[in-house]
């Protein structure tokens, strides 16, 4: 995955080197060399990662990272202190800073690279949610939800071996505030996905599995794909930690294990599957907003007609006939003027109910706007489809509708048409123009009857 990297760094040799570093794995590069420079180029050109240098004249690193995170413009983009002690002191202020992880200089190529992955996979989730924010359904999604899901406790799993280093992580990860369960009080690996597990931490390091499989087969299972797994290995085993980020790892940890880059790496982790869990939930919801009428639960028009298109495709291709009812409620207009706009609600609710009670399973019912309601019946002639309008006309007229909250219980009925398709040139507005006709015969032969233009 290629990305584009800001490097903050005070001195030109430093700047010259991560560039050359990261261009070889072929990264874009954009060089600062100051605070007050990063901070513009970081609003103008929107990069993927920034690396920042601690320790520089003027503003140092802690500052232009509190400003970054300050600025709705670059909060987002993840930033990696780079620091030249490898002093706890240190790393916890970068943390402080909001930083989302640190590196020591001076750091070998693994050690940038998979801090470069780890974040490039986690900032291309959260690219595309903020894109889908940025497209609509903004409201919903305010930047305090935002906050409040990107700091909700991890539920890590701790896969080791080991008691000892088992007990000491997960202890670590509880002072952290995140939840840690490990695979010796689980006693087992089974339902990590149904229990919520949103972080694996594979040991390479055990005797008894081999981290490399389980990796594997985690990726490729579909109800575990979506878990990040981090792999805690020893420094000397980069080239099978590498091979681990190859099959779908998300990051790496080295032994021993440093209490601060196992919390930033598990937040990083933990702010993903957040992501990635309200991605989903508004790809669903996106879905349902778009097809759905709100106050029915009906399909609106947009759905209707694309499957109006879809049946008449079929039926003009030799399939089953197919024809739709086109009912209107009589007098709707009076039922707001007398009543209010709260009780045609509470009829329109009604009448969708009874039509949704009194069809077929294969029936596509709509509302496709005002009092107006349409049902699709495919593989339906024309005659079964009148006799299917006037089973709806009598369930909506033999039953008074209560409305005010049940407080009053008034006479609703339905004028129907219906128009089925008639031959291989027949268009969607053509069964929607018949319906509509003997829907307008109906209503002026004397209302709460049903009409057709079916034949
Ligand atoms: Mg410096």
Known sequence: ????????????????????????????????????????????????????????????????????????????????????????????????????????????????????????????????????????????????????IRDKPARVFVVDDNPRSSARIADMLRSGGHNAVTLIEAGGLSNLAEQGVDILLLSMLSDRFDALKLCAHFKSNEATRSLSILLLCDPEDQQRAGKGLELGASDVIFSPVDRQELLARVRTQARRARYIDMLRERVDRGLELSIIDQLTGLYNRRFMMNQLESFMRRAVMGGAPVSVMMADIDHFKSVNDTYGHDAGDEVLVEVARRLKSNVRALDVVCRPGGEEFLVIMPETPGDLACAAAERIRQAVAAQPFSVNKGEREISITVSAGVGTILGPDDTVSDLIKRADVALYQAKSSGRNRVENQAA
């Not at 990297?5 to 060089?31: C, F, G």
């Open 1 to 148: 995955m290629s990305a584009r990297i800001l490097v903050v760094d005070d001195i030109e040799a430093n700047r010259r080197l991560l560039k050359a570093r990261l261009e070889a794995q072929y990264y874009t590069v954009l060089l600062a060399e100051n605070g007050m420079q990063a901070l513009g180029m970081a609003k103008e050109e929107q990069p993927d990662i920034i690396l920042l240098d601690v320790m520089m004249p003027g503003m140092d690193g802690y500052e232009v990272c509190k400003r970054l995170k300050a600025d709705n413009q670059t909060a987002h983009i993840p930033v990696v202190m780079v620091t030249a002690l490898n002093d706890t002191e240190d790393r916890i202020r970068g943390l402080d800073a909001g930083a989302e992880d640190f590196l020591t200089k001076p750091f070998e190529d693994f050690a940038l690279m998979s801090r470069i992955g780890a974040l490039t996979r986690y900032n291309s989730v959260a690219a595309e949610l903020r894109q889908r924010q940025a497209s609509g359904l903004k409201d919903e999604l305010n930047e305090n939800l935002l906050q409040r």
